[in-house]
């Protein structure tokens, strides 16, 4: 599944940005591959992200995968109900699932991601 209106990475990462907040998360497809997942470890609340680096991880029964951010902010959000329902990332990683709230600190970022036609062409290939 891929939502026209939000933005993708190439490492399965969505972003769902208004103004200068995004809330983001890993895609459906992400969930799909890893398995069921089991742990996620986040970041604190405050911690200041950099585009391209890991903000945290997730633990599946196959494999851990580091969750890259997609752009660079601040954190002002972070999903506690994952810290006791990770599962929660299987069953609705679009909505309930979502993972950090981020403020943008450079907007211009959000050039270099995917449109969702592209992305879906991604994990088609």
Known sequence: MVLEHL???ESHEWLN???DIAVMG???YAQHELGDIVYVELPEVGDELTKGEALGSVEAVKAVEDIISPVSGEVLE???AL???PETINKSAFEEGWIVKIKLSDPTELDA???ANDYAEL???
């Open 7 to 9: 933005l993708y990475t």
């Open 17 to 19: 940005v208004e103004d």
């Open 26 to 28: 890993i895609t459906d």
């Open 78 to 80: 972070v999903n506690e």
């Open 83 to 85: 810290e006791d329902a």
């Open 113 to 115: 991601l995917l449109k």
């Open 123 to 125: 994990i088609e290939e």
